[in-house]
């Protein structure tokens, strides 16, 4: 009798363990994120280089909700010729994945609105040329110019902001809660091809 029970325990003790276990493995910490992000198995070889401002521990928890669309848009971005690729829409995975690609001179700053999403993240790709932008949280934004509108998906702000040029051959992603000022001319107001991925949000 005692002995079974010790079994029972045991086998109770384990599976216990195990599950521990397992639930650890689907917390994604700071250095997990980093590491994960570091090997960019997630690229699919797709032929751009990541913005050093990527939310990594975001992403991974993304990536990891809605893994088929990530990997259907690093896809789509390997399979095409990103020099030649023609101006328009893209369809990928119906409404949870699109691109389109735009070839226009930046802009300057006052041209430009900050904005965030709440159904889709950005993946804003570019191709040739540099354009700057600028990335904040909405939770700090100094004002809404414009409420969200629910039908275009964007929301409006004013914004003190952190900004990075972006050189052609690089991404960087902006997640709903990342106020972000795209298209602003780092001088010139030069023409900039750029393709940028919508991927569904997770919540």
Not at 5 to 32: C, E, M, P, R
Not at 51 to 57: D, G, L, M, R, T
Request: charged share 30%; hydrophobic share 35%; aromatic share 12%.
């Amino acid at each position: 009798m005692k002995k079974g029970f010790l079994s029972v325990l045991l086998v109770a003790f384990s599976f216990a363990f195990v599950n521990a276990q397992s639930g650890a493995d689907t917390v994604i910490t700071k250095k997990k994120a980093e590491k994960w992000f570091k090997k960019q198995e997630w690229l699919k070889g797709a032929p751009l280089k990541p913005h050093k401002s990527i939310n990594k521990e975001e992403f991974a928890r993304q990536y990891r909700i809605n893994k088929a669309y990530w990997d259907k848009a690093f896809a789509f971005l390997k399979e095409q010729n990103l020099q030649t690729i023609a101006k328009g829409k893209y369809p990928i995975d119906g409404d949870n994945v699109f691109a389109s690609v735009t070839e226009d001179p930046s802009k300057d700053f006052d041209k430009t609105n900050w904005e965030s999403h709440r159904k889709y993240i950005d993946v804003q790709c570019v191709l040739v040329g540099e354009e700057r932008m600028g990335k904040w949280p909405v939770a700090e934004v100094t004002s809404t110019t414009k409420p969200y509108d629910e039908t275009r998906d964007v929301a409006n702000y004013t914004a003190p902001g952190k900004f990075y040029n972006i050189p052609g051959g690089t991404f960087i992603i902006f997640f709903p809660g990342e106020a972000h000022r795209p298209n602003i001319t780092p001088g010139g107001n030069k023409v900039v091809k750029k393709l940028v991925i919508k991927v569904r949000a997770a919540s």
